[in-house]
């Protein structure tokens, strides 16, 4: 299942119209007279900026100098190399589907009757000034056709990250360009995978046992089979990251994600987030390391029949997970979102794996398996190997130069196959082996999060430190059947806070992204009771349909006002909404003389719990459910083995065997169920 760059799609026109419409996200603002100057800048006068100044100087404990506040907000990002480079990069590295979308969209506007559709003005969009720029995205937030202010947020996304990246004032006056300067740590031992590489010739491989992903679940069963004593080599589309690469660059940070962290739900309601490199989701797992809830276990045995996840057998596969891992309840050093640099963290790459290559398991990384081969056994088919390409690193940067990178069809032949590649792709394995399954593809969770900011008066820096030391799980289980909001911190990298961060005007945006020092950003997470499916796009990639129901977005809804609450009683100054259509909530008094029944506080809330919340940005870090466990082929993809249904020696080990939605982190889950899996396929060789 190969996926297509998509930078082809896009001719320098389409990047021209686009840079026109970024331009107006950030724009240049100056102190000026707009009848004498460039057409390039918004103005405002002295006063305005003055005004704007005092309440800079007001909002932070250590704000600019006036003369840096001035050149702050005169730069103009679409002047910068860097900043129109990343904003090619993440064009290139979209998701087909959205960049589909977005090209239609500007062939339209870039016609005369689109042009004046789109903008109400005959005069093009790319010859009009910043300002009248500015007010046609200003429009489309209110446009009654949903094309518009979708298109606007996704062209908001793009330029917010690339210049939150690249504008060095923005990093210098925030202060995380020193931590960016000084975060290195002594970085910890390069495992020598001692990768499999082939020539120019079709390659044949047999071995006892394939394993497709190199993530939780592929690792243990790795490192269990290989134990075992049988030949094991494991397969992954992407590609190593040495602990001298981690945490990745800005510019490389799409590379441990699939679509290079651009992946939409078809809606767009859903930013997805998967894990997409050698070790899998392992590598940038937060750090919360949560056994599957005992009511949750409790609903698979009960509503599912799946009777192995209430017995002490289960419970001793988390507990041996979690003490391979080193799991404690204190927390983890030297962390960080993007790959930990020291190898403080447990994950696949670092653990399992190398465990599995000790007892003789071999690797190949850059292999993207397109079908599953079968023989037909009396009318059963038989798992016996797989299919796919393998694509060589490139030299000395591994996945970056022009160095010709070779490509060649790879067959692995193999007395069991296990699929390992998650919620997204292990479906789309089984639809192209031929599989016809109702429930492949089906039952998708995606755990789907809203994010709040709270700003506070001190100078925070939520950067520095560790990622996750606390949550809330309080509200968790609302409807006593499991559902309900809990209550996370979300990564403060200026990428994922700045998508976060409401756009009205390019003036309020910069000068809101100043506080980015002061703010905290937290998520609402649920236990999604509804669920979505995963098809496969024409370019081969995941197509994910999934809208979260009514029933998850009021608990998503109830976890943000939660979160509201806990920042107001701990002092927050400015309460961030979620949405465009509700004010932000500000207050000046002390944290100490601050109540929940405060009037208002209570106003606002109030107000918020009228609003509908439903174009809140949310997120989904876990996926889950796509080729369920069941007691027969009509209620889900696998057994309580781990087998196929209505095929032999095929197995699942990964996130999309689950029942329904985890309602945690998923790892533990995922790699309990994978070492009940590989036990039993040892027991059966």
């Not at 740590?185 to 010739?201: H, L, T, V, Y």
């Not at 989701?281 to 409790?298: E, M």
């Not at 081969?373 to 009318?379: A, C, E, I, P, S």
């Not at 466990?629 to 309580?640: F, L, P, Q």
Request: charged fraction near 20%.
């Amino acid at each position: 299942m190969l996926t297509k760059n998509t930078d082809g799609a896009f001719t320098e026109a389409h990047f021209e119209a686009m840079f026109a419409l970024i331009d107006a996200v950030i724009p240049s603002v100056v102190v000026g007279d707009s009848q004498t100057t460039s057409q390039h800048s918004i103005y405002i006068s002295e006063d305005e900026f003055n005004n704007k100044y005092i309440q800079v100087q007001g909002n932070m404990e250590h704000p600019p100098s006036s003369e840096e506040f001035r050149e702050y907000l005169a730069t103009r990002p679409v002047d910068g190399p860097k900043f129109k480079k990343a904003v090619r990069k993440t064009v290139a590295d979209l998701h087909p589907v959205p960049v589909k979308q977005l090209r239609k969209v500007l062939d339209f506007m870039m016609t005369r009757l689109g042009n004046l559709i789109s903008t109400g003005y005959r005069t093009p969009f790319t010859e009009q000034p910043v300002s009248v720029r500015e007010a046609i995205l200003q429009s489309w937030q209110e446009a009654w056709v949903l094309i518009w202010p979708m298109v606007g947020d996704i062209l908001a996304a793009i330029g917010r990250a690339a210049w939150s990246t690249t504008d060095p004032l923005l990093l210098k006056l925030s202060g995380y360009q020193d931590y960016l300067e000084n975060r290195s740590a002594q970085a910890g031992p390069m495992i020598d995978e001692n990768f499999m590489k082939f020539d120019n010739s079709i390659e044949y491989i047999e071995t006892d046992v394939i394993i497709v992903g190199s993530g939780g679940g592929g690792g243990v069963c790795a490192k269990i089979l290989a134990e075992a004593g049988h030949q094991v080599i494991v397969v992954d589309k992407s590609y190593y990251f040495p602990p001298e690469r981690l945490p990745t660059a800005f510019e490389d940070t799409g590379l441990l994600f699939d679509a290079r962290d651009s992946l939409l739900t078809v809606d767009g309601s859903v930013m997805i987030n998967a894990g997409s490199s050698w070790g899998g989701d392992g590598t940038v797992n937060r750090s919360a390391i949560i056994k599957t809830p005992d009511q949750v276990r409790l609903e698979w045995a009960d509503e599912h029949g799946l009777e192995l996840f209430t017995t002490s057998y289960f419970e001793a596969c988390l507990d041996r997970v979690c003490e391979a891992m080193g799991v404690r309840d204190s927390y983890t050093k030297q962390n960080d979102d993007f790959g930990c640099q020291t190898g403080t963290k447990q994950v696949p790459s670092v653990s399992w794996l190398p465990a599995a290559a000790k007892a003789g398991a071999q690797f190949m990384e850059g292999f993207d398996v397109s079908k599953v081969l079968f023989n037909d056994d009396n009318g059963s088919q038989r798992a016996i190997g797989v299919v796919g390409i393998w694509t060589s690193p490139n030299k000395g940067s591994r996945l970056h130069g022009s160095t010709p990178r070779t490509q060649q069809k790879v067959i692995i032949r193999a007395k069991k196959v296990i699929l390992s590649s998650g919620a997204l792709y292990t479906p789309l394995i089984l639809i192209n082996s031929g599989l016809k399954n109702r429930n492949i593809g089906n039952n998708l969770h995606l755990h789907p999060c809203g994010g709040m900011i709270a700003t506070f008066e001190r100078d925070i820096r939520s950067w520095e430190g560790e990622l996750m030391t606390s949550l809330v799980d309080e509200f968790e289980d609302t409807d006593e059947k499991g559902h309900g909001p809990r209550v996370e911190v979300l990564n403060m990298l200026p990428s994922i806070t700045m998508a976060q961060l409401q756009w009205h005007s390019g003036l309020q945006f910069k000068v809101d992204a100043l506080g980015y020092r002061h703010m905290s950003t937290f998520l609402s997470l649920v236990r999604d009771r509804d669920t979505g499916s995963v098809y496969q796009s024409t370019e081969g990639n995941p197509l994910v349909v999934y809208t979260p129901s009514k029933f998850d977005h009021a608990y998503i809804k109830s976890g943000l006002l939660a979160i509201a609450k806990l920042c107001y009683v701990r002092g927050a100054v400015e309460i961030i909404s979620p949405v465009r259509n509700l004010s932000s909530f500000k207050c000046t008094i002390p944290a100490k003389d601050r109540n929940v029944d405060d009037a208002d506080f209570v106003n606002w809330l109030r107000l918020s719990e009228k609003t509908d919340f439903s174009s809140a940005v949310l997120i989904s870090g876990h996926q889950m459910g796509s080729c369920r466990m069941s007691t027969s082929k009509e209620c889900g993809v696998v057994d309580e083995k781990g087998a196929v249904w209505e095929t032999q020696d095929l197995y699942i080990a990964d996130a999309s065997v689950f029942p329904s939605a985890s309602g945690v982190n998923p790892m533990v889950t995922i790699m309990a169920i994978s070492e009940h899996i590989a036990r039993g396929i040892a027991a059966s060789m």
